[in-house]
T-cell receptor, first 114, second 109 residues
Framework: NAGVTQTPKFQVLKTGQSMTLQCAQD?????MSWYRQDPGMGLRLIHYSVGAGITDQGEVPNGYNVSRSTTEDFPLRLLSAAPSQTSVYFCASSFDRGTGNTIYFGEGSWLTVV | GQQLNQSPQSMFIQEGEDVSMNCTSSSIFNTWLWYKQDPGEGPVLLIA?????ELTSNGRLTAQFGITRKDSFLNISASIPSDVGIYFCAGARGNKLVFGAGTILRVKS
């Protein structure tokens, strides 16, 4: 019973490098989303998807791309990493449109950009 | 972007004491949620509230959805050491969640 799986758990990048944070869920959830967590800021929505082939921007989308080619996977791409993107990233999924009663979070990906 | 005002930012209490934290917003939400996050893990849902005025309990936890739909509180009774962690409130409207900044709870045994 894997739930929401994120990889990698930890990553250090140099400024300007690109990378992809992987997220997969095995619960057949339609709704998936990416958040970043910064001290004193709570969790802020980066991008979300309401189903395969559909993505939309959240509160802080700049510098990130997403795609949803399958129901299971929702990767987050950093095109050219910046120190401001040092954060903890959480992927989440739910049956419905994020009303929260069935939202599941991954364990987080700690990203440091130097 | 819109944010929720969560207070207090941190608490350091004696084991056995009751704890109270709250969230307020200038916006109305249809659902209020409370999550707990343990170190190195993702947030886990504690309580979900769906109606204004609703009071819901989950063991030693009690949460209420404010009448104005702009606030919520969470109470923890008789705190124990495993209650330590970060507690987040979240307001849901449509397909988005907005999170508070979190309350760090530390318990002295």
């Amino acid at each position: 019973n894997a739930g929401v799986t994120q990889t990698p758990k930890f990553q250090v990048l140099k400024t300007g490098q690109s990378m992809t944070l992987q997220c997969a869920q095995d619960m057949n959830h339609e709704y998936m989303s990416w958040y970043r967590q910064d001290p004193g800021m709570g969790l802020r929505l980066i991008h979300y998807s309401v189903g395969a082939g559909i993505t939309d921007q959240g509160e802080v989308p700049n510098g990130y791309n997403v795609s949803r080619s399958t129901t299971e996977d929702f990767p987050l791409r950093l095109l050219s990493a910046a120190p401001s993107q040092t954060s903890v990233y959480f992927c989440a999924s739910s049956f419905d449109r994020g009303t929260g009663n069935t939202i599941y979070f991954g364990e987080g990906s700690w990203l440091t950009v130097v | 972007g819109q944010q929720l005002n969560q207070s207090p930012q941190s608490m350091f209490i004696q084991e056995g004491e009751d704890v109270s934290m709250n969230c307020t917003s200038s916006s109305i939400f249809n659902t209020w949620l409370w999550y707990k996050q343990d170190p190195g893990e993702g947030p886990v849902l504690l309580i979900a509230l769906y109606k204004a005025g609703e009071l819901t309990s989950n063991g030693r936890l009690t949460a209420q959805f404010g009448i104005t739909r702009k606030d919520s509180f969470l109470n923890i009774s008789a705190s124990i050491p495993s209650d330590v962690g970060i507690y987040f409130c979240a307001g849901a409207r449509g397909n988005k969640l907005v999170f508070g900044a979190g309350t760090i709870l530390r318990v002295k045994s």
